[in-house]
């Protein structure tokens, strides 16, 4: 769960995860370019939604997730799956970049638990220049999202030159606090341009710029903010005792260690966001 990321929804469980090929994105950006960008594959073999929840089941999974694509391509065939899995007691989840239209949102959000919804830019030069596509139906979906009651966290990439303004970074946690409220999850990822689609003249994130974009999020008055291993810990946003420690393997895992009881903070007994 922690790879997707969400860090405050099933800490410490699996997911079981699918997606299709193709997006509505173009982004130069990120590394998943061959399956978003490739158009249909037709070597990659269609599962069904019955393979999809047996398999999560057989494996140990609590959920599945829609994700490597943007699920609102699939929306249909994400649906069929999301309705059989909750009649077997697993959870939904989707990994988006919020591009997706207010009738689409409403259809799947009866069947949605949690989404990670990537923000990255509060720029729509920076929206239609890297990944084809604009930013007001994302602040809108994330808005609609919010209000649904659903369980939400955001993931910005920091991009050098390109996302990682201050002043740029200061309206978007400014957004995060005000329109979505300071308890949403904002994580902070860095950029690697040997793993990008179109980007590899464009410089690593340097750890400053994660540190500088850290500082922003807890000026904006953000309670949860993770940025690397070295904010990767969830503390209480009321007496700042460390709910949850996370530390990621090199095999790409988490050890997750649980300090939050009965729902609350062992200190001070406010309520814990990790939701169950
Ligand atoms: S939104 Fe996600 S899947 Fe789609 S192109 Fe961008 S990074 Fe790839």
Redesign the pocket.
């Known amino acids: 769960m922690e790879k997707k990321p969400l860090y405050h929804f099933m800490p410490g469980t699996m997911t079981w995860s699918f997606g299709t090929p193709g997006?509505?994105?173009?982004?130069a950006?990120?590394q998943?370019?061959a399956?978003?960008?490739m158009g249909q594959d037709k070597s990659i073999p269609l599962a069904t939604p019955e393979a999809i929840v047996r398999n999560a089941m057989n494996t140990g999974c609590s959920s599945i997730s829609c994700t490597?694509?943007?699920p609102t391509i699939f929306a249909e065939y994400a649906l069929d799956v999301m309705q059989l899995a909750r009649q077997t007691g697993l959870r939904n989840i989707w990994i988006s970049?919020g591009y997706l239209s207010p009738l689409c949102l409403k259809t799947v959000t009866p069947w949605l638990d949690a989404i990670n919804v990537?923000l990255q830019s509060m720029d729509d030069a920076f929206y239609r220049r890297v990944?084809g596509a604009r930013l007001d139906p994302v602040l809108d979906s994330l808005r609609l999202i919010q209000e649904s009651g659903m369980h939400l966290e955001i993931t910005t990439l920091v991009i050098p030159g390109h996302s990682s303004d201050p002043a740029m970074l200061e309206r978007l946690a400014g957004f995060i606090a005000h329109d979505l409220g300071t308890g949403v999850p904002w994580h902070i990822i860095p950029f690697y341009p040997e793993i990008s689609w179109k980007m590899q003249d464009t410089p690593p994130t340097p750890a400053e710029s994660i540190e500088q974009a850290f500082e922003i999020g807890r000026k904006a008055g953000l309670s949860f903010i993770y940025a690397g291993n070295a904010h990767s810990d969830t503390f209480c946003d009321q007496c700042s005792a460390r709910l949850v420690g996370r530390k990621a393997s090199p095999f790409g895992d988490y050890r997750i260690e649980r300090f939050d009881t009965g729902g609350r903070c062992p200190v001070c007994h406010a309520p814990s966001p990790m939701r169950d």
């Not at 997006?23 to 982004?27: A, E, L, R, S």
């Open positions: 997006c509505n994105f173009k982004c950006n990120r998943n370019w399956i978003s960008q490597y694509t943007e970049n990537g990944c």
